[in-house]
């Protein structure tokens, strides 16, 4: 191998891991924030809202710095508002969403049991940012959850992976990098497009009947590209572009879940579509 190939590999794997993440580093201190009223296990649905909100975190992310916003915002509207940590591997603190995937969708269907138990409820609707939105799709597709689930809410979710703008391409010319990659971080791994994980994901089709699937993406987005990858395709499906709504909306992939109101917006008229109001830039207010 020559020698600057041999420099590069490493690096490839990092700048990989690095465009994928792109989120504010976690703290100690924040994954022991409070919640705000939200993961209120005494909580109890009302009429008007039946169904608990389970919050799926993103690559990287944790339980409480990925919800900071949407979670006091759904709780404000009346919601019973839980999120879990998934993900974590041995010997790496902080850092969640790097385990593979199809583990971390078994962690999710634990914890929904668990927030149905709690609460009575006898379906839950789900709401992901990043990898938290096309994660869950195992979960439905093939561990039962669809039983369980209302609706799925994504938002910028990789449902068909991500090519970080050709970065991706870049692999096979670093012999052992896509090997590394899967070795240290397989939650990455699974997000590439065309990896295995996300070939047996999509195979015969997108949804599974009797959940509603919401898609919330930006064209900003510089994770998931292109962006238009993570639409999905089905009977109950309704993917919805940011800039459709609001063109002056700037958001990119971190943002869009992390503050943006005119996403939030969107999710509220995910969750409860009977009552949806129309979003326009003006939601960025409310």
Request: proline share 7%.
């Amino acid at each position: 191998m020559l020698p600057w190939k041999r420099a590069l590999r490493p690096l490839a794997a990092l700048l990989l891991a690095a465009a994928l993440t792109a989120v504010p580093a976690v703290t100690a201190r924040a994954a022991t924030a409070p919640t705000s009223g939200w993961n209120n296990y005494s909580c109890k649905p009302s009429a008007s809202h039946p169904r608990p909100v389970v919050l799926v975190h993103g690559t990287f992310g944790n339980s409480v710095d990925n919800w900071l916003s949407l979670a006091p915002y759904l709780v404000a509207r009346g919601y019973c508002v839980y999120s879990l940590d998934y993900g974590q591997l041995p010997g790496v603190p902080l850092f969640n969403g790097l385990g593979p995937i199809d583990e971390s969708a078994g962690q999710l269907k634990v914890f929904v049991d668990k927030v149905l138990a709690a609460t009575g409820a006898a379906k839950t609707d789900l709401v992901g940012h990043s990898q938290g939105g096309m994660m869950p799709r195992y979960y439905l597709k093939f561990l039962g959850g669809a039983a369980k689930v209302n609706a799925l809410v994504g938002i910028a979710p990789d449902n068909h992976g991500t090519t970080l703008n050709g970065l991706t391409k870049l692999l096979p010319y670093f012999p052992g990098a896509a090997d590394l990659l899967s070795e240290k971080t397989p939650g990455l791994a699974d997000q590439v497009a065309g990896s295995a994980f996300l070939t047996k994901l999509n195979a015969g089709g997108d949804t599974v009947p009797g959940v509603h699937y919401t898609v919330i993406a930006t064209k900003y987005d510089e994770v998931v590209t292109p962006y238009a990858s993570q639409f999905l395709s089905g009977a109950d499906v309704r993917n919805v572009l940011l800039q459709n709504l609001c063109a002056v909306d700037l958001s990119e992939h971190v943002t869009i879940g992390l503050t943006d109101r005119i996403a939030h917006h969107e999710v509220a008229n995910a969750l409860d579509p009977a009552h949806a109001t129309a979003t326009t830039c003006a939601s960025a207010l409310g």
